[in-house]
C-alpha cells in the first residue's frame, strides 16, 4: 500500500480499490485483512477517500472509483444491528473525520448510477452502487451522531427516497439483477426504519418526498424478505398516526391506492407471506379513515393558532385533517384558515417559523406542534367519551392495580392511553399520579380536583424519539 502521500501510479490506485472490493465483497477475507493493525482502517479509506485527479481522471473513472468504494463499504461496515469489531469502530472513527467527503462520494454515486443507466446493458453493477450507497448511509448514521446530522443536512432522505423511486420503476430484470435490486430494495426500507424511530418529523419529511406512493409501488413487486421489512415501515407509520401533520400526508395514499387497484389486489392475496403484508395495509387504512372520521365529529379542529382553536375555529365548519393548510415558512404548523394563519404568526409564529426552519436546516428532530397537541386531544377526548364500557373496564383495571401495588390514598389514579400502537384504540393501563409529579401548579391542580372527585385523572401519550414519548395529563369529567 502507499504512504500518505500521493506520489504513487494512478493504475496502482485503480487496481488497488478494485481487487479491495473484489475480496472484501466475501466475509473470510475480511476476517484475515481485518488482522492487520492499518489495512482496513487507515491505508484502505485513504485511497476510498482521496481519489486521483487529473485529466484522465474521467467521469467514467470517477463512478467506478465510486462503485468500487460504497460497495466495499457495504460490506465492511458494522451492522446497524449488532455491536462493531474493535477494527470496525476505528474504520468509522476515521470515516466519521472525513464525513464530508464520504457523503460527496454518495451523492455523487447515486448522480452517476442515474446518469450511466441506459449506457449499459448489465445494470448489476448499477444496482450494487444504489446498495452500497444506501448501506453506507444506514450503517454511518447508526454508528456516528455527527455522521448523522450531517447527512440530514444534506438531505439523505430525499436521496435514498430518489434511490427507492429508480428501485420500484417498472423494467425487466435478468434473475442477477433482480436479486441486486431487491437487496437495495431492503437495505433502502431498513433505512427508512431505522430513521423513523428517531423523529416523527422525519416521518413528516419522507411522506413529502413520495413515500406512500412508492411504499404502494413496492408493495406490488415486493417478494420474499422484502415484504417484511415493507411492513416494518408501515407498522411503524401506523403507530405515528397520532400526528396531525401525519395523518394529513398519509391520507392521501388511499386515493392513489385506489386508482393503481392496490385494493383489489391486497384483497386477492391468498399467499400467506402477502396476507401478513396486505393486512398490514388494511390496518393503515382502517386507523387512518377512522382517526380521519373522528376530526369529522367534534366541533374542534387541529387549527394550529392556539387563541382561537377553541373560540373563533369551533364556530367554522368541520374539516378533515386533509384540508388543513401548512404554513409556507416551516411546513410544520396546521391552520384552518388564513385568518387563523395571519392571527398567530402576529402572536408569536413568526419566531418558532425560523426556529423550526434552522432545526430543519441542522436535521434536528422537531417537537410536538400545537397542531398535533389539538388532535391528540380530539383523540383522548374521543376515546374517553365513545368507548363502549369504558367504566367497566377501568373499574377492572383499578382494582387489579390496587390489588397489586397497594391503595394509595395521597395520589389519585391515572387513566393511561398510549397511542404507541398499531390499533384503533390506545393501549389501556393504569398508573399512580405520583409518577407525572412535575411540580407544576398545574399538576397540583389536576390531582386537587381529583381528590374533590370531580374528574378522572388521564395520560395520553404517542411515540416520540428513542424510547420517550409525548404526554399530556388531563381530567375529564368521567
Known amino acids: 500500500m502507499p504512504s500518505w502521500s500521493h506520489e504513487f501510479e494512478r493504475d496502482f490506485h485503480r487496481i488497488s480499490v478494485e481487487v479491495l472490493s473484489l475480496l472484501l465483497s466475501h466475509h473470510h477475507f475480511i476476517d484475515a485483512l481485518s488482522s492487520d493493525t492499518n489495512l482496513l482502517t487507515k491505508y484502505a479509506p485513504f485511497l476510498w477517500l482521496n481519489p486521483p485527479s487529473g485529466k484522465w481522471f474521467t467521469s467514467e473513472s470517477q463512478y467506478e472509483h465510486i462503485q468500487s468504494t460504497v460497495s466495499t463499504l457495504g460490506h465492511v461496515l458494522p451492522r446497524p444491528t449488532s455491536l462493531p469489531l474493535t477494527w470496525q469502530s476505528r474504520l468509522v472513527s476515521h470515516l466519521e473525520e472525513n464525513r464530508i467527503k464520504l457523503i460527496g462520494l454518495c451523492v455523487e454515486g447515486v448522480a452517476g448510477t442515474f446518469a450511466q443507466f441506459h449506457e449499459k446493458k448489465d445494470h448489476i453493477c448499477h444496482y450494487n452502487t444504489l446498495w452500497g450507497v444506501t448501506t453506507v448511509i444506514h450503517s454511518m448514521s447508526a454508528a456516528s451522531s455527527s455522521t448523522h446530522m450531517a447527512l440530514l443536512q444534506n438531505n439523505s432522505l430525499r436521496l435514498v427516497c430518489q434511490v427507492f423511486e429508480f428501485l420500484t420503476k417498472h423494467r425487466r430484470f435478468t434473475d442477477a439483477e433482480f436479486k441486486i435490486a431487491i437487496t437495495g430494495l431492503i437495505s433502502v426500507a431498513a433505512y427508512f426504519t431505522w430513521v423513523m424511530q428517531h423523529g416523527h418529523s422525519y416521518i413528516y419529511d419522507l411522506l413529502g418526498y413520495q413515500l406512500m406512493p412508492l411504499l404502494l409501488k413496492a408493495t406490488k413487486h415486493a417478494v420474499g424478505e422484502a415484504e417484511k421489512y415493507i411492513m416494518d415501515v408501515l407498522h411503524i407509520m401506523t403507530s405515528r398516526l397520532g400526528y396531525a401533520s401525519i395523518l394529513k400526508r398519509c391520507r392521501k395514499a388511499i386515493p392513489h391506492a385506489e386508482r ?21 395495509w388494511m390496518d393503515f387504512r382502517n386507523i387512518m379513515l377512522h382517526r380521519t372520521n373522528i376530526f369529522l365529529k367534534y366541533i374542534y379542529t387541529a387549527c394550529g393558532n392556539e387563541k382561537s382553536t377553541y373560540l373563533q375555529c369551533s364556530t367554522k365548519p368541520k374539516i378533515a385533517p386533509a384540508q388543513l393548510m401548512c404554513c409556507s415558512g416551516c411546513q410544520f404548523m396546521l391552520y384552518c ?21 434552522r432545526m430543519k436546516k441542522d436535521g434536528i428532530s422537531l417537537p410536538l406542534s400545537e397542531s398535533d397537541k389539538t388532535a391528540m386531544d380530539i383523540f383522548a377526548e374521543s376515546f374517553v367519551n365513545g368507548y363502549e364500557d369504558l367504566e367497566t373496564k377501568w373499574e377492572v383495571l383499578k ?59 388521564v395520560h395520553w401519550s404517542l411515540p416520540n424519539d428513542g424510547p420517550d414519548a409525548f404526554g399530556k395529563l388531563e381530567l375529564f369529567e368521567y
Open 337 to 357: 384558515s388564513h385568518t387563523c394563519q395571519k392571527d398567530d404568526w402576529k402572536l408569536g409564529h413568526r419566531s418558532l417559523c425560523k426556529e423550526i426552519k
Open 399 to 457: 382494582s387489579q392495580y390496587i390489588e397489586e401495588y397497594g391503595h394509595d390514598t395521597e395520589w389519585p389514579l391515572v387513566m393511561c392511553l398510549d397511542y404507541r400502537t398499531r390499533k384503533q384504540s390506545p393501549t389501556l393501563f393504569v398508573d399512580s399520579s405520583r409518577s407525572f409529579d412535575d411540580g407544576s401548579e398545574m399538576f397540583d391542580n389536576l390531582v386537587s380536583k381529583a381528590h374533590a372527585g370531580l374528574g378522572t385523572l
Open 260 to 280: 393503481m387497484g392496490l385494493i383489489e389486489y391486497l384483497n386477492s392475496c391468498d399467499d400467506i407471506e402477502e396476507e401478513s403484508l396486505r393486512t398490514s
